[in-house]
């Protein structure tokens, strides 16, 4: 079971960061995901990253704003957005799953498991 966390109200320039822990697993082996959904738009592909090799990709938008990484203690996946804009807004979600190839670690199918999205809204 994934838990998404850390979505709060910020200006936009503000940071923020997500966290996405598993309980009762380990992400050893999987590509764990953040995805985002604003109102109205369907839910697109933000960041990735895979546990064993730490290969990670982000979405044009985002590159050089966020970034995603893995605390191998806390068996947690963070998603550090900086310089926030207001087109941030959504409710984002993470996600996991094993076998996941390189190429495909963008695409919202190839997730298993899906956590709760938490809201992140920022203000202009």
């Known amino acids: 079971q994934l838990q998404a966390s850390g979505g709060g109200l910020v200006q936009a320039g503000d940071s923020l960061r997500l966290s996405c822990a598993a309980s009762?697993?380990?992400?050893?082996?999987?590509?764990v995901g953040w995805f985002r959904q604003a109102p109205g738009k369907e839910r697109e592909f933000v960041a990735a990253?895979?546990?064993?090799?730490?290969?990670?990709s982000y979405t044009e938008s985002v590159k050089g704003r966020f970034t995603i990484f893995r605390d191998n203690v806390k068996n947690t996946v963070y998603l550090q957005m900086g310089s926030l804009k207001p087109e941030d807004t959504a409710v984002y979600y993470c996600?996991?799953?094993?076998?996941?190839?390189?190429?495909?670690?963008?695409?919202?199918?190839?997730?298993?498991?899906w956590g709760r999205g938490t809201q992140v809204t920022v203000s202009s």
């Open positions: 996600a996991a799953s094993q076998g996941i190839i390189l190429s495909s670690m963008r695409n919202p199918t190839q997730y298993r498991n």
């Open positions: 009762g697993r380990t992400f050893r082996g999987y590509t």
């Open positions: 990253v895979r546990w064993n090799d730490r290969t990670t």
